[in-house]
């Protein structure tokens, strides 16, 4: 079965860049598949943050952004305010990333 | 808005089985497939089932195929999943989902809140 791996997590102080790497074990990732990303805040549900690699639905802030490239995707977090500490998944088809908690120093 | 409502949420012993709803609103509810998504305490996001938008299809993961059903009422704008020979394993925040579905694939745009699922005896 597919895997989506990402890092457990990565920190940044305020105002910092960060990146979340969300790599694909058998490479499907590079045969024309979208990834998208999710953001949970704590105790909350999911909310879309990036679809089609590099797409923000209306009312996200263009700090986030997302590239993907044959083997893997990410999602970049720039200016990083205190309110960006959340769980952030990727999806592809019928699997989630393992997820990545961002922490703000 | 769209709003997605779950309800139907509770604890139940192995082998027991439970049927969540998810309320469906703000939107052409037979125009979208739907999902349900779980999340076990302290994990992370696990798809459970699809279903697409006149219910014809219906995927499921292995783990809960044969034990879990996904069904839509289109009158009702309300979205089931119908679980049976629960498993510790299956206990999790269940979130239903609305699909967007283009070309090269499908996200979910819009998530309802979740309702607990508690198996233990």
């Known amino acids: 079965q597919s895997v989506l791996t990402q890092p457990p997590s990565v920190s940044g102080a305020p105002g910092q860049r960060v990146t979340i790497s969300c790599s694909l074990r058998n490479s499907n990732i590079g045969t024309g598949y979208d990834v998208h990303w999710y953001q949970q805040l704590p105790g909350t549900a999911p909310k879309l943050l990036i679809f089609a690699n590099k797409n923000r639905p209306s009312g996200v802030p263009d700090r986030f952004s997302g590239s993907k490239s044959d083997t893997s995707a990410s999602l970049a977090i720039t200016g990083l305010q205190s309110e960006d500490e959340a769980d952030y998944y990727c999806?592809?088809?019928?699997?989630f990333g393992t997820g990545t908690k961002v922490l703000v120093l | 808005q769209v709003r997605l409502v779950e309800s139907g949420g509770g604890v139940a012993q192995p082998g027991g089985s439970l049927t969540l709803s998810c309320a469906a609103s703000g939107f052409t509810f037979r125009s979208y497939g739907m999902h349900w998504v779980r999340q076990a305490p302290g994990k992370g996001l696990e798809w459970v089932a699809f279903i697409w938008y006149d219910g014809n299809i219906k995927n499921y993961r292995d783990s809960v195929k044969g034990r879990f059903t996904i069904s839509r009422d289109q009158s009702k704008n309300t979205l089931f999943l119908q679980m049976s020979s629960l498993r510790v394993d299956d206990t999790a925040v269940y979130y239903c989902a609305r699909d967007l579905t283009y070309g090269p694939g499908s996200y979910l745009d819009s998530w309802g809140q979740g309702t607990l699922v508690t198996v233990s005896s």
């Open positions: 999806h592809c088809g019928d699997v």
